[in-house]
């Protein structure tokens, strides 16, 4: 990302919101307006009424009201802002994991529209998009002083409609650019898998409102495997962030006690803190954990904790830096405000925000091979991708030997994945000559 206060922001196209540090809140309360405000509250009206008469062209007012108060929101911070109900309602189905859309996370970084990151197997994955690239135009219209949310509107679309984006990427000199088709995208938070016998993989994509309990069912399907697990790595890589109560309740799986993130506002109500439970943990064996400048919000939270707390090992590159609480705040028509209404802090008291995570390990990433999927856009159509083609005696088994395959290639393809296995397999060989020189 998004981290949300329900207690999530950042824009994730749906596109929604980033990273969110979300929090969703019940019914907005209004507090009595101050006798000073009743001043500016006059001139915006009469600004209104002038408008609305000597405008060259007949305007809408519930339009203008809108861009009023989007003005408003903007001129806070990036992450704040007013969400139609349409949009009110794509952010609820985000949380979910199933959303519309292209399938990134984008936000404001000095003054352009830039990528969060890409959620992996959507779209805008597919086709190239990546984190730090700055959008310029959609659809030939200069992304220049627009907002989150008159990008999501621009971004979002039909399920099969396309969408021409212009991008400025650092180090490319000239613009690229993408047509993407849009689609539905449904996002699988955990993916899991052994690395080598006793080691293991998870990838965690999102921070949706099953995360905890998928990435509970992961470590215990692993730990059923021959070998157990003596050594975890969790990529936390491009993922953008969600919920804050999923940040907690993932980190917490890994820690048996002491503090996780605490939040700082204006309000009593929003400083909190949240602390581990004994409870559920899973604390013998370490882990490795890869971040990158994709990984925001929640993701920073999770790293932040259990590298104040040395329970991990991070690895990789120095993260987003999403320090903020976003609250959802409902109204009376099914709108609502996205505000920022908090700082959060890791257990030692680290602001994240604008900085970021330093990994203990500061390793870039080696290019992936993209040779595969070439070849396969090489081949085109073939029997095997048609629907019903005729099953091949030997095809389970080559299809398991390419599984097996691609496992390997992901490992010489992915440098911060293989090191972090082999921090851990050293890790394990440390661990066994301690042991045995202090029997």
Request: include cysteine; charged fraction near 25%.
């Amino acid at each position: 990302m998004r981290l949300i206060s329900s207690h999530r922001s950042f824009v994730i196209l749906l596109l929604f919101c980033l990273g969110l540090g979300l929090f969703f809140s019940g019914q907005a309360k209004v507090a009595a307006v101050p006798r000073e405000d009743y001043e500016s509250l006059e001139t915006f009206t009469n600004i209104l009424a002038i408008v609305r008469k000597n405008y060259v062209d007949e305007v809408n007012t519930k339009e203008l009201m809108t861009g009023a108060i989007n003005g408003m929101l903007n001129s806070m911070d990036p992450h704040s802002g007013y969400l139609t109900p349409e949009l009110y309602k794509e952010l609820q189905m985000d949380t979910q994991g199933r959303f519309g859309g292209l399938g990134i996370e984008i936000t404001i970084r000095n003054g352009m529209l830039t990528v969060v990151s890409p959620i992996e197997d959507t779209p805008a994955f597919r086709a190239g998009i990546k984190a730090g690239d700055q959008i310029l135009k959609i659809d030939d219209e200069f992304t220049k002083d627009m907002n989150l949310m008159q990008a999501v509107k621009k971004m979002r679309g039909l399920k099969g409609s396309k969408l021409n984006l212009s991008i400025k990427r650092e180090g490319v000199p000239d613009l690229l650019n993408f047509s993407i088709v849009r689609d539905t995208i449904r996002v699988q938070s955990v993916r899991s898998r052994v690395l080598e016998e006793g080691y293991a993989y998870i990838r965690l994509a999102q921070f949706q409102e099953r995360s905890d309990r998928d990435l509970q069912k992961a470590l215990e399907k692993l730990s059923s495997e021959k070998g157990g697990v003596k050594g975890l790595v969790l990529d936390l890589r491009n993922n953008p962030g969600g919920l804050l109560t999923q940040a907690v309740r993932v980190a917490d799986l890994f820690l048996d006690s002491g503090m996780i993130v605490y939040t700082e506002g204006r309000l009593e109500s929003q400083k909190q803190k949240y602390f581990a439970r004994k409870e559920g943990s899973w604390t013998e064996f370490p882990i490795v954990v890869l971040v990158n400048g994709g990984s925001a919000s929640a993701s920073e939270i999770v790293a932040g904790a259990l590298q104040d707390h040395k329970r991990a090992v991070i690895l990789g590159t120095k993260t987003f830096g999403k320090g903020s609480v976003q609250t959802i705040l409902p109204l009376d028509d099914n709108s609502a405000l996205r505000l920022t209404t908090a700082r959060y802090f890791t257990p030692k008291g680290r602001s994240i925000q604008a900085t970021g995570i330093v990994p203990d390990i500061v390793l870039e990433n080696v290019p992936v091979q993209e040779a595969r999927a070439e070849e396969k856009k090489r081949l085109g159509l073939r029997e095997e991708n048609l629907p019903g083609h005729l099953q091949n005696q030997q095809e389970q088994k080559e299809k398991e030997k390419q599984a097996q395959q691609e496992k390997e290639e992901s490992l010489e393809n992915d440098g911060q994945l293989k090191r972090a296995l082999e921090l851990l397999k050293g890790w394990d060989v440390f661990k066994q000559l301690v042991q045995k020189k202090a029997g």
